[in-house]
């Protein structure tokens, strides 16, 4: 790696030891290798266009070109809990992520998320890639999304998280997630 690699990558707070060097390897296999070894950044693929630059993020954008992918992609990749939580008030469930799933259900109700203030926790799940379950596990419900929207701060806050689905839908589908990406 050059200076600039390293600066860029201590930036980010991403160990040198962890960065494999893939540029030989065609792109499906480069981006099964870091999905497997759950890298963050690489090198890998042709240099960006733009700018020559080396280090790709899984997804196959220049991460120095795009380095907010970093913090989604780190979102993604971070342990912690898949939770469901469920409002009578609403007859809604939210999916969402914590690392204290009983501390965030608390805070839901606190700040009258999605307008309720009776958020009780139903079901957890835990995971190395929590991000990435739920965000598999809310594509997998879209069609039971509801438009919510709650203050904070004395602003409108849209509550994007909620679903209209039965608890037993809802645990299939982060089942499934959880099963998609070989973690059960
Ligand atoms: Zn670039």
């Known amino acids: 790696m050059n200076k600039i690699e390293r600066d ?18 065609p792109r ?31 997804g196959g954008q220049c991460a120095q070109c795009n380095p907010h992918s970093l913090g989604y992609t780190r979102r993604h990749r971070s342990p912690g809990f898949v939770y469901v939580a469920f409002s009578t008030e609403l007859a809604c469930r939210k999916v969402g992520t914590a690392v204290d799933p009983r501390a965030r259900i608390e805070l839901l109700s606190r700040e009258k998320y999605g307008g309720a203030v009776d958020w009780v926790l139903e079901a957890s799940f835990q995971t190395d890639r929590a991000g990435d379950v739920e965000t598999r596990a809310q594509r997998a419900l879209k069609r039971f ?15 994007k998280e909620l679903f209209c689905a039965d608890l037993q839908q809802v645990r299939k589908a982060i089942r499934k997630a959880l099963r998609d990406i070989g973690r059960e």
């Open 28 to 58: 499906t296999e480069w981006r099964q290798r870091m999905r497997s070894t759950n890298a963050l950044v690489s090198i890998a693929g042709a240099p960006c266009r733009a700018f020559g630059h080396r280090l790709r993020v899984s």
């Open 8 to 25: 860029f990558i201590a930036h980010h707070g991403i160990p040198a030891s962890s960065i494999e060097d893939l540029s030989g390897l």
């Open 145 to 159: 999304r509801q438009d919510g929207s709650y203050r904070k701060e004395g602003k409108s806050i849209n509550a």
